[in-house]
């Protein structure tokens, strides 16, 4: 991987419509149960994950050499069933550490109006091959 | 303030169900060949799975409390065993703010090991 990708902004993911039965099926997966509302904090990582998965496309990284390394969130307000929202990821960052390549990226969530949801920044660790 | 810890427990069914409903189908998370390819331990926890469970442990804190920032490392992999589920533990500790919001500062750990780095949440409660 090479610096020039650092500050290169990728195409926003398609439009991802939040339903209750999505959040529902999150809520449950996670062992909670869901009542309606809000959905729960990790929830955006749903529309980060489709944008670093077309980044991983894009630069030809396979995702089972991808190991998470950091996440963060910074919510402007919570998601809930009803919203439209893309994703827009950014590259922020990229070292290399004992072989394996840190790639640091952030992913801006939006909503139809274009106003900021939640700002949420990952390092993801690109693991070298066996020698 | 000391919160009470919550413990929860992931088995290999739980992986399939998370992947499924976030989108996360990184085989790491379900084939044990794989994972021990790229050098990891065995099958691992989804680190946002993990992150999920930290994030539930939150909710049960405040129930109404909205979140306004949330993040961790993570720093060691949660090892799921084909035949059997492991527990993850989730203790935290309140320290509020003179701003009118309270930071929960997390320790999660699974076999006494942390498997999140600095998991903290700024809630409004």
Known sequence: ?131 | MTLPTQTYTITRADLVRYAQASGDHNPIHQDESVALSVGLPGVIAHGMFTMALAARAVTTWFPDAEVLSFGCKFTNPVVVPADRGVDVEVAGEVKPGDDGLTTVVLTVTCGGLKVLGMPRAVVRA
Not at chain 1, 19 to 47: M, N, Q
Not at chain 1, 59 to 79: T, W
Not at chain 1, 81 to 103: E, H
């Open chain 1, 1 to 131: 991987m090479d610096q020039t990708l650092i500050g290169r902004v990728f195409p926003a993911t398609k439009p991802y419509s939040v339903s209750e039965e999505k959040v529902r099926e999150f809520v449950t997966a996670t062992g909670g149960t869901y009542d309606g509302g809000a959905a729960p904090a990790t929830f955006p990582i749903v529309l980060a994950f489709d944008a670093m998965n077309a980044f991983l496309e894009a630069e030809s990284i396979d995702l089972f050499r991808i190991v998470h390394g950091e996440q963060k969130f910074s919510y402007q307000r919570p998601v809930r069933p009803g919203d439209v929202l893309i994703a827009t990821l950014s590259v922020a960052s990229l070292r290399q550490i004992g072989g394996n390549d840190i790639i640091g990226t952030t992913s801006e969530i939006t909503d139809e109006a274009g106003a900021l949801v939640c700002a949420t920044s990952a390092t993801l660790v690109h693991r070298a091959a066996a020698e």
